[in-house]
Structure formats: C-alpha cells, structure tokens
C-alpha cells in the first residue's frame, strides 16, 4: 500500500478565491485521481492526474474550473478556482494500485463562505 | 458500465451485536469488489476486496464479506461490533475489463450505541 498525505488538511475560504490542494505519495505511482465528497454523499471523481498529460475530466467537471498538476509520480496538485459556497466539500486524493484498487489521502475539507 | 447500490442509508447496533451492510452491484462478468471505511474526520480505508477464488473474504478489523454471484451482492459482516466501528462504509465495484477506476455505492452511516 502507500502512504498519501495532503495539504492542506482543512480550510475556510472566500466566495471568488482559489485554492490549491497538494498531493505526496511515498513511492512512484503511476495513476493519481481526484475525488469530491459532498457533505453526506458519496465519492465524485473529478478528473484523472496524468503525468506529463492533461489530466482527464469527468463529466460535468472542467480544467478551468478544477486546473491539475502532475509533475512527477509522486506528486499532484488540484485547484478549486474562483470559488462558491457549493464547493464546500472533502477534496480526496487517491492513487491506484491495479485491478481498480485504490488508496486515499486523508482529504482536504473545504469551507467556502 | 459498473454500479452498485447500498439500500441502508443508515444503521444502528449495539455494541456488541453482530452487523451486516448490505451491497448489491450489477456488473455483466465477474466484477472487483471491495469495502472502504470512513472514520469521522479520515480519509477512505480499505478494509477487504474480492478480485477472485474464495468468495468469503477476510479483512481488517475483524471485518468479512461474502461474494454471492447469484444474488449479485458482497454484503459486509462483524460478529461484534466495537463502538470504535462507528463510521462510514462504502461499498465499490470494478470492472476486470474496464477503466481502473471504481463506482462507489453512496454509503452507509454505523452507529453504535453502548
């Protein structure tokens, strides 16, 4: 398994800033991805991280809106921009580890007001 | 395309008694299956997984599920439950032929009274 921290792990942000949300994996990962946890609701994928690549959006999820970094393999951002109360959410960061296994990061729990 | 249902939004045992969430998925072969577990304030854990052989599965924390084919569930099991058990569970199913990624049934919310 590997081990995924985030930063940051909690945040209380302005109606129309952005914010940037890291991803650290301890060893090289080939698949990152990017999910949203809606209060009381399920997991939402945002977008997969590619490396060296435009990372692949969802349905209903745009790059201007949710822009991605993937640098390396160990290491992802995602930025919620221009931001309104209904992205108050749980950020997680996950890492596939094959046959559709995933390992999560802690998440980032966003307030937006 | 994958998809799975959890019927029980939420559920309530006492500590001790035994526990069983339930987990329906549809799926036209034989699908990945797993159980993740949000404590309050954490990320997702994985506690156990089917790909394939035994279709009764052991996990972490005393935790067990049963993959029957013919009534397309993998239900999660405890014997006793803790009150430290209480949290959210996910069920997720993949696809062998398919994108990686699994679908995530909505939930299901343990409480446990003393």
């Known amino acids: 398994s590997a081990v995924i921290s985030q930063k940051p792990s909690r945040d209380i942000c302005q109606r129309g800033t952005s914010l940037t949300i890291q991803c650290q994996v301890d060893?090289?990962?080939?698949?990152m991805f990017w999910y949203r946890q809606q209060p009381g609701q399920s997991l939402t994928l945002i977008a997969t991280a590619n490396q060296g690549s435009e990372a692949t959006y969802e349905s209903g999820f745009v790059i201007d809106k949710f822009p991605i970094s993937r640098p390396n393999l160990t290491f992802s951002t995602l930025t919620v921009s221009n931001m309104s109360p209904e992205d108050s959410s749980i950020y997680l960061c996950?890492?596939?580890?094959?046959?559709?296994?995933?390992?999560f990061g802690p998440g980032t729990r966003l307030t937006v007001l | 395309a994958q998809s799975v249902t959890q019927p029980d939004i939420h559920i309530t045992v006492s500590e001790g008694a035994s526990l069983e969430l339930r987990c329906n998925y549809s799926y036209g072969a034989t699908p990945y299956l797993f159980w993740y577990v949000q404590s309050p304030g954490q990320g997702l854990q994985l506690l156990l997984k089917y790909f394939s052989g035994d279709t009764l599965v052991q996990g972490i924390k005393g935790f067990e599920a049963e993959f029957k084919r013919s009534q397309s569930s993998f239900n999660l099991r405890k014997p006793s439950v803790h009150w430290s058990d209480a949290a959210e569970y996910f069920c997720a199913v993949g696809a062998s032929g398919g994108s990686y990624i699994p679908t995530f049934g909505r939930g299901t919310s343990l409480i446990v009274h003393p």
């Open positions: 996950s890492v596939g580890a094959g046959l559709n296994e995933q390992f």
């Open positions: 060893s090289q990962v080939t698949m």
